[in-house]
């Protein structure tokens, strides 16, 4: 099945990259516009399942696209609005919006938006749940849940994806910074020690819990998710 399609609607560049950046490693698919008569050219043409606009845009504003997109089809719609901006609760819900971020914003709660209003939509792709689970582990990074023998654990979102991208991937070894470039990706400035203290806070949750996997120290080399037969 095909990926959900995103419309991503900014007159930043940056902006703009940086969110296609993020939704695509995501595994969405991501088209850009950077104005109000682009957006609707392109809401035309690429049929997106959800639309990240800019209230702040040159010609047709945010509001004006939201209508227009409005009067003719119930795509999800995240606002985006800068800070200091007063976005308006009560237009945006009688213009038919489903959410808003407020920038700047973390990359990380604008893809956590975007999976919540899919779902809350039903236009979330079936095949684009991310979970593994193992004996009396399961780990859900769609909803960003670790259950340890059917137990939900409170577990920091950095955590999740470094305990599923170990766990997706089972015996294979990683160093410190292919961890850091996969999991952390490449806004993140920082050293190895941020991976042995993230290993170690997992261990802390998931000791003890089964004989048939463990989260294992490569000395010299990395880490890996050792699952045994």
């Known amino acids: 099945m095909a990926s959900n399609k995103i ?55 945010g509001w004006q696209v939201c209508r227009e997109i409005r009067k003719k089809s119930a795509c999800p719609i995240i606002m985006l609005t800068a800070k200091g ?51 009396n582990l399961v780990i859900n990074l769609t909803n960003y849940e670790l259950k340890v023998k059917g137990v939900q654990v409170d577990t920091p979102p950095k955590e999740m994806e470094l305990i599923y991208h170990l766990a997706s991937n089972p015996n294979r070894v990683f160093t410190r910074d292919q961890l850091l470039d996969e999991v952390w990706g490449f806004d ?10 993230h290993i170690k806070r ?16 490569v000395w010299g080399v990395g880490y890996k998710f050792e699952a045994k037969d």
């Open 85 to 135: 901006e007063v976005f308006d609760k009560v237009l945006g819900l009688e213009l038919g919006a489903d959410d808003y971020v407020v920038k700047p914003f973390e990359t990380k709660e604008v893809v956590a938006r975007i999976n919540a209003v899919l779902r809350r939509s039903g236009r979330a792709k079936a095949d684009d749940s991310k979970e593994v689970s193992y004996d």
């Open 7 to 61: 419309l991503i609607v900014d007159d930043d560049t940056n902006i703009c990259e940086l969110l296609r950046l993020y939704i695509e490693k995501e595994g969405f698919t991501a088209e850009l516009a950077q104005d109000g008569e682009n957006a609707l050219k392109k809401f035309e043409s690429f049929a997106p399942d959800l639309v990240l606009l800019d209230i702040m845009l040159p010609g047709l504003d």
């Open 202 to 217: 997992l261990r802390e949750k998931l000791e003890g819990v089964s004989d048939k996997w463990t989260l294992k120290t």
């Open 188 to 197: 993140y400035y920082g050293d190895s020690r941020t991976v042995d203290v």
